[in-house]
């Protein structure tokens, strides 16, 4: 029974000593963003899209490149322009309406005009 205890209170004792090291890790301050700082942001080559939405303004093109570039994060945002009449189940449904049969993807033009 002696020798039983003492590997347990070492166990024990590195269990702690993790525990600790855990707290403090998730406890310790994170920069905040500060205005101004870059931020990346993930976006689909302008080739990608077809010529009429290349001549389109820029914010236009580069809500269409973040889509394609960022479909699951925009499907766990609701559409909120209204157009959830027209079957949209997401924001992502504002710009990509599917997939087309050689596998490219068809582009909603309803986030266009």
Known sequence: MRNLKRPVIIVVGLIGVAGIILLLAVSLPRPKPQAGDKVELRMAPLSDLPADLRA???????????????????????????????????????????????GSVALEYHAAY
């Open 56 to 102: 389109a303004p820029p914010e236009v093109r580069e809500a269409y490149r973040f889509a394609l570039a960022n479909p699951d994060l925009l499907q766990q945002f609701p559409c909120y322009c209204g157009c959830v009449n027209s079957g949209h189940t997401s924001n992502y449904a504002c710009y990509v309406s599917g997939t087309n049969p050689d």
